[in-house]
């Protein structure tokens, strides 16, 4: 969302995006919150105190949004059930039209390491789950064999995947950078909630929306990023590694996994 020109626009996205309630800082008043803001003819939001916390027109990535991420660190498996609930039997963009089941994610919530891919294909719709197609299969095969490789004790289980956009996109195009701002809005409250060690993004256009760049995969994988203080490794998608041409890519990314393994796990 562009940055909101009203409160009912703030109260409409926040409430989209799961809020219930709004709390806003003791030593600022609500008259004061809204000083210098060019359309103060909104109804009033219910503030509640105490409140050391976050008022939403303040909001930036990064902060800990009514104590979200305080919470989730407590219980992140909670917090992803009640991220879930927020989303529903989502509308809120056009991909809902042609899905069979909304694909969440799945894993553990207490994952120390999080993949991301871009969106659900054909298998992953019809069953409600992430990486279970072809490419999910060889994205097994990559953790659990790297890791048993590495002497590294975790199986495909302990991690958590999800994708940037939870409906799978009409003829598995890639979603539309729109699309992913809509849902990415629950990815990073997934991510939030699990707060993992490292993120691990598969594929192009997943590290298009996670990093806000424009540089290619090839150019980034291998090199450590970051998403609001979280280390995040990119690299090749398991779709693209499955095209009998990408030797060196399978390489490369088998390289890349292995230095995001040993991050987290030694
Ligand atoms: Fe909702 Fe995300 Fe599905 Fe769009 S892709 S309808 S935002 S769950």
Not at 92 to 108: P, Q, T, Y
Not at 133 to 154: H, P, W
Request: aromatic content about 8%.
């Amino acid at each position: 969302m562009a940055d909101p020109s009203s409160l009912p626009d703030v109260l409409r996205f926040y409430r989209d995006l799961g809020f219930t309630e709004i709390r806003a800082p003791a030593a600022v008043s609500p008259s004061k919150a809204r000083k210098g803001r060019s359309q103060p003819a909104a109804p009033e939001p219910k503030l509640t105190e105490p409140a050391e916390r976050i008022p939403v027109w303040n909001y930036r990535p990064g902060t800990d949004l009514f104590g979200a991420g305080e919470t989730a660190r407590q219980d992140p498996a909670a917090m992803l059930g009640k991220i879930q609930e927020d989303m529903g039997e989502c509308t809120r963009c056009a991909l809902h039209e042609g899905r069979s089941k909304i694909v969440f994610g799945s894993g553990n919530a207490k994952a120390k390491l999080v993949f991301v891919g871009e969106g659900p294909g054909a298998d992953e719709d019809a069953q409600g789950l992430p990486f279970v197609g072809r490419a999910g299969q060889l994205l097994t095969q990559m953790i659990n064999n790297t890791a048993a490789g590495e002497g590294i004790s975790i199986q495909r289980e302990d991690v958590y995947i999800c994708n940037v956009v939870k409906c799978r996109p009409p003829g598995n195009r890639a979603p539309e950078p729109e699309e992913m701002k809509t849902c990415g809005q629950f990815l990073d409250r997934q991510l939030d909630a699990i707060r993992p060690k490292a993120i691990c993004v598969l594929g192009g256009t997943a590290a298009k929306y996670l990093l806000d760049t424009r540089q290619g995969i090839t150019k980034i994988r291998g090199q450590w990023q970051d998403w609001r203080g979280i280390p995040v490794m990119p690299t090749y998608h398991p779709s693209f590694l499955l095209r009998a041409y990408n030797k060196e890519g399978k390489r490369q990314a088998w390289e890349d996994l292995k230095m995001v393994l040993h991050y987290v796990y030694d």
